[in-house]
């Protein structure tokens, strides 16, 4: 007479499953709990737009977070400088020059700081501006639906920490000093306290 009981095969199988199950389980926690990103922290670190940056295009970039952090305190301390320039139309005549100067470009981002910018300082926060003029003979879509942009960097010890970019729907001084404002405005958000 034969034993009642599994078959040989029948058991190997059995314990090839079991092992499959416990390894698939403790891949997937681990998987859980240290790879997969975690959407809480994810939602908190992601910073909304401000109220001037709806209904244009804009794009900001943190290149370093603790270098942003401490350059919010040097710009309220007035350790700044400002450095500015223009990058004219080519396709037709360029008339950047005579709607704003660079140093009234330069006092706009002194009235959006709010506070004078320290003279004869060793080390300070470099801020470098590029208003753009946009050619509207260009066969590019985008450029006809905007006079121009307004590209922004800060710098501390040579080393870019923030980057924002933002279009300009008519060059008028106004709707540049605007711009200029937003510039400000979404730096001292992104930093922070």
């Known amino acids: 007479m034969k034993k009642k009981g599994a078959r040989d095969s029948q058991v190997i199988n059995n314990l090839f499953s079991l092992a499959t199950i416990v390894i698939v389980t403790s891949v997937l926690i681990v998987y859980i709990k240290y790879i997969a990103p975690n959407t809480q ?3 908190k670190n992601k910073i909304t737009k401000l109220a001037c940056q709806n209904n244009i295009y804009s794009y900001s970039k943190v290149f370093k977070q603790k270098l942003l ?9 007035a350790y700044y400088k400002l450095d500015g320039s223009y990058i004219k139309s080519l396709n037709k005549k360029s008339s ?20 004078k910018a320290k003279i004869n300082i060793t080390k300070s926060l470099k801020i470098n501006y590029v208003i753009i003029e946009n050619d509207k003979k260009s066969s590019h879509k985008n ?51």
């Not at 952090?69 to 301390?77: D, E, G, P, S, Y």
């Not at 950047?96 to 506070?115: D, F, H, P, R, T």
Request: glycine share 2%; net charge positive; aromatic share 12%.
């Open 96 to 115: 950047i020059e005579q709607i704003v100067s660079i140093s009234e470009l330069s006092k706009m981002y002194e009235n959006a700081i709010g506070i």
């Open 41 to 43: 922290i994810s939602k």
């Open 69 to 77: 952090n401490k350059a919010v305190i040097a710009l309220q301390k």
């Open 143 to 193: 450029y006809k639906m905007k006079a121009g942009s307004l590209m922004t960097s800060f710098k501390a010890n040579n080393i870019e920490i923030f980057k924002f970019y933002i279009d300009i729907k008519f060059l008028y001084k106004e709707e540049i000093k605007n711009k200029i404002k937003c510039t400000i405005e979404v730096f001292k958000h992104y930093a922070k306290k």
